[in-house]
């Protein structure tokens, strides 16, 4: 089975600070996502990357940065954490569809990060 | 940007089949329907994807019409255990996520 693993089950920072969520997953991925999760809104999109060192903003990127130095790791970087940052974070990964047209990719998601910021 | 529409929330028995119902007017002809079900605490897991009629897994069924622009997730059978969010979506994640969209879901309860 995929395992796409979080470092962080729970985390509580301040305001201000600079906050790392890592990501790793061991299926060889290409395809890596970040979202975050709110009562009431789903899953927003927040950065995703489709290679080493590649990386594509989604619909919400702002007070966020991503790095990915090696395909099986994927960071998420909060430059100066905020109160409307406190949220559950979630990692994905995925590979390619198949077939014609091509099948959707399968998310395989994390278990999630819940930041707190006081 | 195909968008969904399904039903908040679903109350059920414990050994009845639930249909969750979705709809995506606006489903483009590459489009594949997805599934994804959330226990609390954990990320989403995938449950079945189909591209048009049926669609079946040890899960679950997906039942798409003709047109395309609804589908059904059937669950046989629940149990206390399938109480979750169920989200449907629609779109060619190929096109890396921009138009992957989970809006907040059915969130099904499964009462004894």
């Known amino acids: ?118 | 940007l195909a968008k969904t529409t399904q039903p908040i929330s679903m109350d059920s028995y414990e050994g009845q089949e639930v249909n969750i119902t979705c709809s995506h007017n606006n489903i483009a002809t590459n489009d594949y329907i997805t599934w994804y079900q959330q226990f609390p605490s954990q990320g989403p897991r995938f449950i079945i994807q189909g591209y048009k009629t049926k669609v079946t897994n040890e899960v679950a069924s997906l039942f798409i019409p003709a047109d395309r622009k609804s589908s059904t997730l059937s669950l046989p059978r629940v149990s206390l255990s399938d109480t979750a969010v169920y989200y449907c979506l629609v779109g060619a994640l190929y096109n890396y996520g921009q138009n992957f969209v989970f809006g907040p879901g059915t969130r099904l309860s499964v009462l004894p």
């Open chain 1, 1 to 118: 089975d995929v395992k796409v693993t979080q470092s962080s089950r729970y985390l509580v920072k301040r305001t201000g600070e600079k906050v790392f969520l890592e990501c790793v997953q061991d299926m060889d991925h290409e395809n890596m996502f970040w979202y975050r999760q709110d009562p009431g809104l789903g899953l927003r999109l927040i950065y995703f990357s489709y290679d080493v060192k590649m990386k594509e903003k989604g619909d919400i990127p702002e007070g966020y940065s991503v790095s990915r130095e090696k395909k099986e790791r994927f960071s998420l970087i909060l430059e100066s954490a905020s109160t409307n940052q406190t949220s559950m974070y979630l990692c994905a990964s995925s590979f390619p569809g198949q077939g014609s047209p091509p099948t959707n990719e399968k998310l395989f998601f994390g278990s999630g990060t819940q930041l707190s910021v006081l």
